[in-house]
Every structure is written in structure tokens, then in C-alpha cells.
């Protein structure tokens, strides 16, 4: 079991993981669907505007890409501290 100084430092990552996540999500989302769409759109990809391209298609892409790395680098970071089972630790509580 961790110490509340542990859980403290493993939040602290969590948080700054999940917040470095979110925003790179919104950069590609909102940015590049929506405020680059005009420059993105000088450039084609398979005849299809890059600007179009990330509003239909890349931002999902982006997005599960970047929950696929979260959930790799959550085990990495669940490892590091010594969690081996969520259930574990909420039934003894």
C-alpha cells in the first residue's frame, strides 16, 4: 500500500500525463479542425484537404492514439509505484 506522500507523487504524474494528453488533443481538434483549417488546406492527401482530413478523420485517429499511449504509460507508471490491481486495493477499503 502507498504512503500518502507516494499517492501524492503518483496523482501528480497522473494529472500532469492526462493534462499533456488533453492538451494535445485539443490542439489537434480544435486547432487543426477548426482555427489552421484555411492553411491546412493548401495541402492534399490523396486529393483530400489536410484541414478536411483532420476534422473528419484525423482528430479521432489522434484521439485514440493518444488513449492507447495513456494506457500504456499508466501501466508503466502503475508498475514504477507498485500497483498490480485497482479491485484489490478498493475491496480492502
Do not use: C
Amino acid at each position: 500500500m502507498l504512503d500518502v506522500d507516494q499517492r501524492r507523487e503518483y496523482w501528480r504524474r497522473n494529472v500532469r500525463l492526462m493534462s499533456v494528453l488533453l492538451v494535445i488533443w485539443a490542439l489537434v481538434s480544435f486547432g487543426a479542425g477548426i482555427l489552421f483549417v484555411d492553411v491546412l488546406n493548401n495541402v492534399s492527401i490523396f486529393g483530400i484537404p489536410l484541414g478536411f482530413w483532420f476534422a473528419q478523420q484525423g482528430s479521432i485517429i489522434v484521439f485514440v492514439l493518444l488513449i492507447a499511449f495513456y494506457v500504456w504509460r499508466m501501466d508503466k507508471l502503475d508498475a514504477e509505484f507498485g500497483i498490480t490491481e485497482y479491485e484489490q486495493e478498493v475491496h480492502h477499503q
